[in-house]
């Protein structure tokens, strides 16, 4: 098998995680994947389903509940007892990110993903040991021998120095013929894929006999195939969506009343008579026989779709409410309850202890790479508070996830159960909203 082979159960658990990473980037992006998201109706021509698609409406939930669950946690930076590797502070990757950036990146994962792996690897130039973060999308194959990764490289036209592209390649981390741990860069070519490059990492001079990669899963550590945290949400979120799109398109064709006139329409003299409808019109025409109606839409469809919607906005607060309750209870509607049988939805705390084992267990190779004592990470346990009533959190979660407030005044209401932040006013919020509230992306890369 060539070395771009999937391990079993990739291309499933690869759906789930795009289908998340698309409903968090936004509206433009899950429209763009047609009938990924939204089935073509019957008898449609294609014009026909693009101006049905456009119609629609993505209430943006994904994204906002993943900033306010990255941000209830870290709201307080990560403690990091160094003992010696101080620099890990400030660059934990080797390209400046720090001790919080790293953690905020799992968290995201963890929702967005279900988790991610982190490769050790020692920089001769820096003269230090750092962290490279993968997504699991990138972890395509393993075994007990074996870890291959995709990764990405520049190829640069040799006729045209300014046309550049890029190009997979898969680093594959596994053992030589005496046990000790090799890289492997393979790369496609006319003759099929090849080994282009290899290297034997070592320690202070000492070659490795396992493999420096830690697979992070929810809860866990090692090669699992849990579901992102926050699928669920995009489940209904998705659902949404496709009702929506009914909704108005439903409404487009019989929202406006429709003039429909019966008989001739003619002056006393036979002529057709061009019929003024409005307020200061006035039409005479010769047919006592004739009659114009107005057609207008009754019946209860449109009312059932509308209804279904409030029950998917309810239960997108409802998950997130639960979340940011850290297990206490929550808020729990029916459909949550019916999701919740099937797959728990992670708290806060769960999230916690995952980052936890994950970065005790990733920096404690990297001291050992570097000679120096394990250090000791801890994340921020002081989440905020949820004391409000479930009526009153979901109301603010829902005002938040439809982009009617900041995400700071969210947190801080979450923290003191008040309206707005101290000294902030109408004005100030509006300004907020306009800053930060609709941009669900500030500080988080969603794609």
């Not at 207008?296 to 998950?319: C, H, P, R, W, Y």
Request: net charge negative; proline share 3%; hydrophobic share 40%.
């Amino acid at each position: 098998m060539p070395v771009n082979t999937t391990h079993s159960g990739y291309d499933s658990r690869l759906d789930k995680i795009t289908r998340v990473r698309d409903f968090a980037a936004g509206e433009d992006v899950v429209k763009s994947r047609g009938e990924k998201y939204l089935p073509m109706l019957g008898g449609q021509t294609k014009n026909e389903y693009n101006s049905f698609k456009e119609r629609g409406f993505l209430i943006p939930s994904v994204a906002p509940t993943c900033l306010a669950v990255v941000g209830s946690i870290m709201r307080k930076d990560p403690v990091l007892d160094q003992s010696g590797l101080d620099y890990l502070v400030n660059n934990v990757d080797g390209e400046g990110s720090d001790i919080s950036q790293f953690s905020s990146k799992l968290i995201k994962e963890l929702l967005l993903a279900g988790g991610a792996g982190y490769l050790i690897e020692y920089s001769q130039e820096q003269q230090a040991a750092f962290v490279k973060q993968y997504s699991v999308e990138n972890i395509i194959n393993y075994s007990d021998d074996y870890i291959v990764l995709a990764q990405s490289y520049t190829v640069r036209d040799e006729k045209d120095k300014f046309n550049e592209k890029m190009e997979t390649e898969y680093l594959e981390l596994t053992f030589d013929e005496e046990g000790y741990y090799v890289q492997n860069i393979w790369r496609e070519t006319k003759k099929g894929w090849v080994t282009v490059d290899s290297h034997t990492p070592t320690n202070r001079g000492e070659r490795l006999s396992f493999i420096p990669f830690v697979p992070v899963a929810v809860g866990s550590i090692g090669f699992h195939n849990t579901d992102p945290i926050l699928l669920n949400l995009t489940n209904i979120n998705s659902d949404q969506y496709k009702l929506s799109t009914d909704l108005r398109h439903g409404l487009h064709f019989t929202a406006l009343p429709t003039f429909f006139v019966f008989g001739e329409m003619v002056d006393s003299d036979g002529i057709q008579v061009p019929l003024k409808v409005g307020p200061g019109s006035a039409n005479i025409i010769g047919d006592t026989e004739a009659r114009a109606e107005l057609l207008e839409f009754t019946g209860a469809g449109l009312s059932a779709v509308k209804a279904a919607i409030d029950d998917d906005i309810t239960a997108m607060a409802s998950i997130g409410a639960k979340m940011l309750a850290s297990g206490s209870g929550g808020v729990k509607s029916a459909e949550t309850a019916r999701i919740e049988a099937s797959t728990e939805t992670a708290t806060l705390s769960t999230i916690a202890n995952t980052v936890d084992l994950a970065a005790n267990t990733v920096f404690s190779i990297v001291a050992e790479w570097m000679g120096a004592q394990a250090p000791t990470y801890a994340i921020n346990r002081d989440f905020i508070d949820v004391k409000l009533d479930p009526a009153a959190l979901m109301a603010l979660l829902k005002t938040w996830q439809s982009g009617g407030m900041s995400l700071d005044s969210f947190l801080t209401q979450l923290q003191k159960g008040e309206l707005l932040p101290d000294g902030v006013t109408a004005t100030d919020e509006a300004d907020r909203i306009e800053t930060t509230g609709s941009n669900f992306n500030t500080g988080i890369d969603f794609e």
